[in-house]
């Protein structure tokens, strides 16, 4: 890496070299079996260069490629972006592990235990349902050195565990799955909750329920959370500020949601999957408040966006785990703090209501609009503090900024981590749910 | 690269296997706002290894032909580790070995033009957003064109040779008047024409008269409707809405979807005609050949309203006794290929616009595709742009329409198909199994469909 440095130093004003290596494994289980092991070996090197005050960038997973790196990125800074900001220039990181040795000794066998374990499980269930399966994990080194002197590196593992399964029946589909992903090796008792969660599923939309569109008390886990969360994210995401195209820009210190409501992008969280010590431009990470009680506080950004905007760097500027990317505004562990109420204490509470544990197509929403618009792919009908059965051709279609205001009615206590976020359970009211008449 | 990969397949204990090398030079190109944001050369050269043992599959990724005896060894261990619990033997369908060496026949090369060129072209593009109205307050321009040189060969003999060209553009304008920001959007893509990309101005106004109009528009109001949906969003729709159900891995173990899933099942009406191709050159979803060597085909999944096919792999294929149809599809060199669509269409049919939308008391208009989603049973689609329907004519704008439905039910209530059929190519893709975006094509004419539920507030 010290040597694309040196080699750029000749030729350029500034140099950034990028290098991501990995190594992971997978093991698939579909249909009640074992289906496939998959490894992966990979490595690859992103160069950012500054000629004439231009960048240029090139990326290659060609190996001894060094000349045709640099050859690259000196023709894109003929016409590329003025270097208006500074690469990092310092070589402090943030107090953060994320790898554990256990995760690269753990073995194909063992993964492969812990998938039939899950379809066991649920075959025993019910052996009508096709179960399936997938343990990942992934062992990758993530390299930075630039032309102000920095070279920093470090190692990361991730784990991940699926599983779920589907039920096919004549005009009736159910898809059902949970997940968790951690630095660490997943232990026995999440993996015990994604059994249990899975099969009190199953047990609970097995029966259909019709009702009316009408407006209602909706509960949303914290799987559904994150769609409702996709708004804060495209909104305090710097670019979005700098481009002048989020509703949040002129808005630092204003009242944007109910009091209660409190986010923050923390990339230093201990059991945050996407914490590490350093982001993808090697400036370190920390926690970014985004909302306080309420107010909204600050925006996560690269270094970039905090340049154009005049602002402290928060180490978000992220490649998405790709060198074929530059770095820009990414979030990394996103929070949002819990209330008081446990889960079981508001659902009791809730006279007739709909629980949304998953959404689709809520992606193509206008989120700088606030707009979160889906199908209930899975959920539920609440009567006396019930989940009574299965609600099918269902839309939820809310302004978050209007939710978030004025309908909310509690957050619970528990706070969950589904991949790298943390959200509660949220209660909002008089939310509008149509379906077919 | 022939002779290695020969003799490397040649060395593989297995019941089947395959390897592949891909070898790809790639330009990105992207403007925010008025910035020029990242002008990138990337090259991605890599292999995977694939194999059957037992009925287990084995699979390894790797960046580095070095040591490709190692790489081999952890495959078919892999594999053999797989398979121990099979207990059904499991027999890929039968294709003939081919030996072939495809150039792609270009009509405008885009690694032809001068990065100065497409630069200016898109700056050009850039400007007329930012420059169109004073509502018109950013722009996002992402630019891609990519060459991939593949190299394939498998233990039955097949080996081929495939250049192919994939190239994308996304042109947005994002419009703003308080805390309000609404989009327009232009998207292009083609796998042999740069000439698609150019001479833009046209649409690029309609788009940013869009996003303009919708700062102004009224959210729609909630409920089940009469749509009428435009070419474009025809095609996401049929994606979303039965391409997916008609993968292969779906339905070929999964015995009870078989029941239902029967071929010659009543699906829709007798004018609904929908079929998957590989064949359309120049669209981002054509290949002469998939990912497992097989030649790719014009397949028909409904005609006249009747279930007739599917999308297979040969794994897929040989499970449920039906014919290879050339859809194993892998995004790159890092994925072991998966059933995946190419070219997905609604058939022409007979109907003018006109006849549609004449008797419609209340409707929506739905146009042009943000994109959508499916679990299996359900799906979503989000138009771009729409308008009510009142009285047999298009009537005021809304905005936020996402409409949804049930795959098993939603073709049945496709009650006309148009005469004015179109395939569309953007710059975006499809995802599945982490492997996205994938470069697809979908078209079909407008559509009129009963009984979409989208969602709202209420009245």
């Known amino acids: 890496m010290s040597n694309i440095i040196e080699k750029s130093g000749k030729i350029s004003e500034a140099s950034e070299c990028y290098i991501l290596s990995a190594v992971g494994d997978e093991v698939e289980f579909e249909n009640n079996k074992l289906k496939g092991i998959y ?3 990979s490595s690859g090197s992103a160069v950012r260069i500054v000629c004439d005050g231009k960048i240029g960038f090139s990326s290659s997973t060609k190996e001894n490629n060094d000349e045709k790196l640099l050859s690259s990125a000196i023709h894109t800074a003929r016409y590329g972006r003025y270097y208006d900001f500074e690469f990092a220039g310092s070589n402090y990181s943030s107090d953060v592990t994320c790898f554990d040795i256990d995760v690269k000794n753990f073995s194909v066998e063992r993964m492969v235990d812990i998938g039939r374990d899950i379809i066991d499980t649920i075959k025993e269930y019910d052996p009508d349902i096709l179960a399936f399966a997938s343990i990942n994990k992934d062992v990758c080194n993530v390299a930075i050195a630039n032309s102000s002197g920095i070279e920093k590196e470090y190692d990361k593992t991730t784990f991940y565990v699926c599983g779920g399964g589907k039920l096919t029946e004549e005009g009736n589909f159910l898809y059902v799955y949970d997940f968790k992903a951690a630095s660490s090796v997943i232990d026995e008792s999440d993996i015990e909750d994604i059994k249990k969660k899975v099969i009190d599923d199953f047990k609970t939309a097995k029966k259909n329920v019709l009702f009316k569109s009408g407006r209602y008390s909706v509960l949303l886990s914290p799987g559904a959370v994150a769609d409702l969360m996709a708004p804060v994210t495209a909104c305090s995401n710097a670019k979005s500020i700098q481009k002048g195209i989020s509703p949040w820009r002129d808005k630092i210190g204003e009242k944007v949601f109910d009091e209660r409501i409190s986010i923050y992008d923390d990339g230093t969280a201990k059991e945050g999957v996407a914490s590490c010590p350093f982001d993808d431009e090697g400036v370190p990470t920390s926690r970014t408040t985004i909302i306080e009680g309420g107010i909204l506080k600050g925006f996560y950004n690269d270094l970039a966006t905090a340049y154009a905007l005049k602002i402290k760097p928060t180490g978000n500027g992220m490649r998405g785990m790709s060198i074929n990317s530059i770095p820009s505004p990414a979030k990394t562990n996103l929070m949002l703090s819990g209330g008081d109420k446990t889960f079981k204490h508001i659902l009791a509470n809730i006279n007739e209501g709909i629980f949304i544990d998953q959404l689709i197509g809520t992606f193509t929403s206008n989120h700088l609009e606030g707009n979160v618009s889906g199908n209930i792919s899975l959920g539920y009908k609440i009567e006396h503090g019930i989940l009574r059965g299965r609600i099918k051709d269902a839309m939820f279609s809310v302004n978050v ?19 790298s976020s943390r959200f509660p359970y949220i209660l909002l009211d008089d939310i509008f749910i149509n379906t077919k008449a | 690269m022939k002779s290695l990969l020969k003799e490397t397949v040649k060395n593989i204990k297995a019941d089947y296997a395959e390897v592949r090398i891909e070898d790809t030079t790639e330009t990105t190109i992207s403007f925010q706002g008025p910035i020029l944001e990242n002008i990138g050369e990337t090259q991605k050269f890599g292999g995977n290894i694939r194999v059957l043992v037992n009925g287990g599959w084995g699979f390894v990724t790797f960046n580095s032909i070095d040591r490709l005896d190692d790489k081999l060894s952890i495959a078919v261990n892999n594999a053999k580790t797989a398979g121990r619990e099979v207990t059904e033997k499991l027999s890929l369908a039968e294709v003939c070995a081919a030996e072939d060496n495809i150039m792609p026949i270009l009509l405008h090369n885009p690694q032809d033009v001068s990065l100065d060129s497409k630069i200016n072209l898109l700056k050009g593009y850039n400007e007329f957003i930012l420059d169109y109205h004073e509502y018109i307050k950013s722009s996002t321009i992402r630019y891609f064109d990519r060459k991939t040189k593949l190299f394939y060969v498998n233990s039955e003999g097949t080996y081929i040779e495939q250049e192919k060209m994939d190239m994308g553009c996304n042109l947005m304008a994002m419009a703003v008047k308080g805390v309000n920001t609404q989009y327009g959007f232009v998207g292009r893509g083609s796998s042999n024409d740069y000439n698609v990309i150019t001479g833009l101005e046209d649409e690029l106004k309609k788009a940013c008269d869009k996003a303009i109009s919708m700062l102004h528009a009224d959210p729609i109001t909630g409920g089940e409707y009469t749509v009428i949906i435009d070419p474009k969003l025809t095609g996401t729709f049929i994606h979303e809405a039965f391409g997916h159900l008609s993968e292969g891995d779906n339905v070929y173990e999964d015995s009870n979807l078989q029941d239902i899933m029967k071929l010659g099942r009543k699906f829709g009406q007798i004018c609904l005609n929908v079929y998957d191709s590989g064949l359309d050159s120049g669209h981002r979803g054509y290949l002469k050949y998939d990912d497992e060597g097989v030649p790719a085909r014009k397949t028909y999944l ?9 999308l297979h792999s040969r794994e897929t294929a040989g499970k ?21 669509m190419r070219n997905t269409c609604i058939e022409n049919g007979e109907t003018p616009f006109e006849d549609m ?15 959508g989603q499916t679990n299996g ?10 308008f009510m329907i009142r009285d047999g004519k298009a ?14 039910t939603t073709l049945a209530n496709i009650e006309m198909v148009g005469n004015d059929f179109e395939i569309h190519d953007s710059g975006g893709g499809c995802g599945k199994g982490g492997q996205m975006p994938l470069p697809v094509s979908h078209g079909g004419p407008h559509i009129r469909v009963n009984n979409l539920v989208i969602g709202g507030k209420g009245d």
């Open chain 2, 377 to 386: 049973e359900l799906f979503t689609f989000t138009a771009g742009e729409a």
């Open chain 2, 395 to 408: 009537a005021e704008m809304v905005r936020d329409v996402t409409l949804s439905g049930n795959v098993f």
């Open chain 2, 302 to 310: 409904i005609k006249e309203g009747k279930l007739v096919g599917r």
């Open chain 2, 320 to 340: 449920m006794n039906e014919a290879v149809t050339g859809n194993a599809r892998a995004i790159s060199y890092e994925f072991p290929p998966i059933c995946r």
């Open chain 2, 357 to 371: 939308i004449k008797d419609i008391k209340l409707g929506v208009y739905a146009k042009d595709a943000f994109g």
């Open chain 1, 401 to 419: 900024f209007e939710a978030l205001k004025n309908n909310l009615i509690c957050l619970s206590k528990e706070v969950i981590w589904k991949g």
């Open chain 1, 39 to 41: 490894h992966s070996e």
